[in-house]
């Protein structure tokens, strides 16, 4: 972080001005907009960049959700005070005994693979390098022993703080291997989402007919996963008969991926069954339509370390989490991909905050698209927040630079906006800041 002389918004503004003046301009946008439309381009420039661009950006059924995330930000409006003294300005937060440098957590988006193989190694370093924590989604592109590792180099502590975000599998026995491996990388926080017990309808990969994980995209938890291994294997030595596939161009090109998304080599992949079992495992096993408040009271027994519960839009919910005794509670309708018609997180985090009261920590997923979406939140009541398809944009247009440049912008705008507000800390801002 620069130094209180050298405000982080006017060093950022500098380092981008100062390349002007030899013609130089931003490769990725800074303006919200701006960014989504260079990411598409860039995406759609590329093999498979349709399928890729339909499964990040879009939306369940019309994009009512996505639109009333938006509608909920914008009608918000900040009302900035006048001649005080914002100089000492402290954007950094604490949370589960951890100092972060800014109220914002990069969101775990699964199957990012579809962008570049590496993509969670990239965004995982994009974000330590600023000292953010990066939740690492249960479906990850890469294993998330690979993704700590990947963080712990490029932070300059050499411990970069990280969460674990859980999607509870059919199989218990999973379910507790993913949490003991999240213990092991000594993950902050276990972020258990509660609202894709069952894939949302939408519209944008149905009319591809693009599922990412049938081509082995986004499931390398699993892949990596010694318990997942002992299922695979029982399916292969129970000869279990999967749907049939028809035979075309395009099934094969699928078979392919599939196997070049399998850990191993590429030729044995082609040849062994464990290829296409692991695939179908997982579409058996992710998803867990019977989850319910029973399997969550058994989670405390189950790990050290602290539970988020992600989803939660209605207060009666957040009040029954807090009273089961979780740590925290995240506002989030999966950015708007499972429910179409849903209310908008920001009036949902309103309505729980007045509900839990000040004390439990709420944290706000899907929405959030610049600097001032954050102060808004925070205004609101919010504890922090996530942010989620504007890092995948700047990983679309240049790789792990273009993730750190977002996040770069994304907190030069908070500090700018804090200050211009009239703000020195969070410790300042309440309701009475929006009007």
């Known amino acids: 972080m620069p130094s209180p002389s050298d405000p982080l918004g006017r060093a950022r503004q500098n380092v981008i001005y100062r390349a002007g003046i030899s013609g130089i301009t931003p490769k990725v946008p800074t303006e919200a907009g ?3 439309a260079a990411a598409r381009r860039a995406l759609l420039r590329r093999p498979g960049g349709r399928r890729a661009w339909a499964y990040i950006y879009g939306g369940a059924g019309s994009g009512a959700t996505m639109d009333a995330n938006r509608e909920a930000f914008d009608r918000r409006r900040i009302v900035p005070r006048m001649l005080r003294d914002t100089s000492g300005r402290d954007l950094s937060v604490e949370l589960f005994g951890r100092r972060l440098p800014a109220p914002v957590l990069v969101a775990p988006i699964g199957a990012a693979g579809l962008i570049t193989r590496d993509a969670d190694l990239d965004v995982g370093a994009a974000a330590a390098e600023r000292g953010l924590p990066y939740i690492l989604s249960s479906q990850g592109s890469s294993p998330m022993e690979a993704t700590a590792a990947a963080m712990d180099s490029a932070s300059t502590t050499g411990s970069a703080p990280r969460w674990f975000q859980l999607y509870w599998s059919k199989d218990e026995a999973l379910v507790d291997s993913f949490i003991g491996r999240a213990e092991a990388i000594d993950a902050d926080a276990l972020v ?3 609202d894709t017990t069952l894939l949302g309808w939408r519209p944008w990969d149905l009319d591809l007919g693009s599922l990412p994980f049938t081509r082995g995209v986004g499931i390398a938890q699993y892949t990596s996963d010694p318990r997942f291994a002992e299922l695979v294997a029982e399916r292969v030595a129970t000869d279990v008969e999967d749907e049939p596939v028809t035979v075309t161009p395009q099934a094969v090109r699928t078979m ?15 040849r062994a069954p464990e290829t296409r079992a692991a695939v179908q495992t997982f579409l ?9 408040w029973d399997n969550l009271a058994t989670l405390r027994e189950r790990t050290r370390l602290p539970i988020v519960l992600k ?14 005794g979780v740590d925290a509670v995240m506002v989030s309708n999966h950015g708007g991909r499972q429910v179409d018609g849903s209310i908008g997180t920001l009036d949902a985090l309103v309505r729980i905050r007045e509900a839990v009261g000040a004390e439990p920590t709420v944290l706000l997923d899907s929405g959030i698209r610049g600097g001032a979406d954050v102060i ?3 205004a609101c009541g919010a504890d922090a927040v996530t942010l989620g398809r504007p890092h995948l944009y700047g990983l679309a247009i240049a790789g792990r630079r273009g993730v750190g440049e977002v996040l770069d912008n994304l907190l030069a705008e908070i500090d700018l906006t804090l200050s211009l507000s009239g703000v020195n800390s ?9 009007s």
């Open 284 to 292: 058996d096993t992710f998803s867990n339509p019977a989850l319910s």
């Open 256 to 270: 392919l991926e599939m196997a070049r998304n399998h850990p191993g080599r590429l030729l044995d992949n082609l």
């Open 34 to 36: 701006r960014l989504e």
């Open 311 to 324: 989803g939660v839009l209605h207060p009666d919910d957040a009040r029954r989490a807090f009273d089961n």
């Open 376 to 378: 808004k939140a925070m």
């Open 426 to 434: 969070w410790d300042e801002i309440d309701g009475s800041l929006l």
């Open 192 to 194: 258990v989402t509660l």
